[in-house]
């Protein structure tokens, strides 16, 4: 059954999810406080549980605390709409199954749990509203740069919307003219990639493939047997974002999966579906006279699918 | 010849390089809004000499502004001192020649240049002031983030320091207790690496030996040999910093050398000689019951010595 919602209801959870965002990342900066020199201040009286826990401690509770405090605001709002969290998908289940056609929360309180770990400023609260299966409202909040990533289906994608002392920005934020594809992509793009927790040993394995697409991808054109995809620079950052397909769609990007099909050339680019572990991102790309810029990106995901290898989640601990 | 300064005029170096950082950085944001939807607004009058430069064209005039500004401003106030800038780089000589014992700043006025021509946060302003061959004031001023770190030599490395409005945090940012390093390491470390731009697909070269260390430093415990180091995450953020020597030892660091000694047990773990193009940092560390921080610190580098290749940067193109 297709759910259907007005355009003042979808805007009323878009400001929301705004706003709960950047009050949960509060939460996170809470928690970066009680293991930097904040707590210093505070050692005979308040300081006294946190010097209980440890830093791992501290970052489980932090988590948690963040999503309670989301979960609640959201249930005294919408009490009718589906919550998926954490704890959910701690459940054991994949979220293919979790996503239905309902009006459905997707939270992902800590997205960058080993950066949060390391006070390594990459991690955000990552909010995402589904209806029909489809996320139609992204909320990304970094609390150390204080920087809102955002977008409502129909309505745009925006950097710091509705933030009270910054200017909002379009994103894109290059968009004026909107920057074309490099003609010979990958050559002249930044490659973004993960190594990720599968850290077998195994000629053939998750790592080893990963590891042969990311080179393939480096190489100078004409290397690893024509592979070699020059890219300008390889970039990790140990995040993944739930949220951020909305968002990257609304800003005019194409999302597909990372594991090649059959031929590379010319099977159909289809739509990610939720819950995929491997994600192809392309950015918003302007048309240029020899194509559209959906050609051009269609192009880049050709010219990527043929330099990386399938890879297999589908073992238990991958 | 040593040359010394007193405590009085070092203090007067740092104030001003913080100063100078960070107007320096404001030249770096208004590159970003010629190109993004701010300049959309001047579609008549002002923005039409920025729609005749393209994107290349405006990272490499901001470059130059911004080493302009900085240059001016140093002349100015210190006349009698050296400066060493990018444009002093592109004459040809190493870093190791340029950097004598008389007071010398050095300016990276675009720290991070890739990242900005894809308008990927991470870049920054980076000013050294050095004495004797030794930086001892760094200031690194991240425009985007409006963060500044930077240290003088036995004042301290702070986060923020002399800010208008944030308040300053002491760097490390965890340091109450200072956190020991793991025993195990390097599991349980990120792992900081950079692809770099020798892309030759040549069997023992430069590129292969890079992704042959840092698959050491992800695989598996007992795998590779017995070089899996299994970190506990992998990033690649597409920086170098040069004032960033002086702040990381201010906060605890250590910096040496990431081409190993032909013993990397055994070998002096020698002092990092500017202009070298290959650093290993380790973070500050707290002691333990076991060590002190700083025999942690030289474990992790002789863990580290293990697991990596040695580098030829000697050929031209390298």
């Not at 990311?214 to 995809?229: D, L, Q, T, W």
Request: proline share 6%; glycine share 10%.
């Amino acid at each position: 059954m297709a759910h259907s919602m007005s355009d003042a209801e979808l805007k009323d959870i878009y400001t929301f999810a705004l706003d709960v965002g950047r009050r949960a990342g509060k939460i996170l900066i809470d928690g970066v406080d009680k293991r930097t020199g904040e707590s210093s201040k505070r050692e005979e009286g308040e300081g006294k549980v946190e010097e209980k826990m440890n830093a791992v401690d501290i970052v489980t509770q932090t988590d948690l605390d963040v999503e309670a405090f989301v979960k609640d605001e959201i249930v005294k709002r919408f009490p009718e709409h589906k919550f998926i969290g954490e704890e959910t998908y701690s459940a054991g289940a994949s979220r293919d199954y979790l996503i239905g056609s309902e009006p459905t929360w997707c939270l992902d309180p800590l997205d960058g749990t080993v950066n949060y770990t390391h006070l390594f400023p990459m991690f955000c609260v990552s909010i995402a509203f589904c209806l029909n299966g489809i996320p139609i409202v992204g909320v990304i909040y970094q609390p150390v740069l204080d920087t809102t990533y955002s977008a409502l289906v129909g309505y745009g994608a925006w950097q710091d919307d509705s933030h009270p002392h910054k200017t909002r920005k379009s994103l894109p934020l290059v968009n004026t003219p909107k920057q074309v594809l490099p003609a010979n992509a990958p050559k002249g793009c930044i490659f973004s990639c993960e190594w990720g927790k599968d850290r077998r040993d195994t000629e053939g394995g998750n790592m080893w493939r990963k590891v042969n697409s990311f080179v393939n991808m480096a190489a100078e054109i004409g290397g690893r047997g024509g592979k070699g995809g020059m890219v300008h620079g390889v970039r990790s950052l140990g995040r993944d974002v739930a949220a951020g397909i909305c968002i990257l769609r609304e800003a005019g990007g194409l999302i597909t999966t990372a594991n090649p099909p059959p031929n590379p050339e010319t099977d159909p680019i289809e739509e990610v579906r939720l819950g995929s572990r491997l994600y192809l991102a392309i950015r918003p790309a302007g048309d240029s006279e020899k194509e559209t810029g959906r050609q051009a990106q269609e192009r880049v995901v050709r010219e990527t699918w043929k330099r990386v290898l399938k890879l297999d989640y589908t073992r238990p601990g991958a």
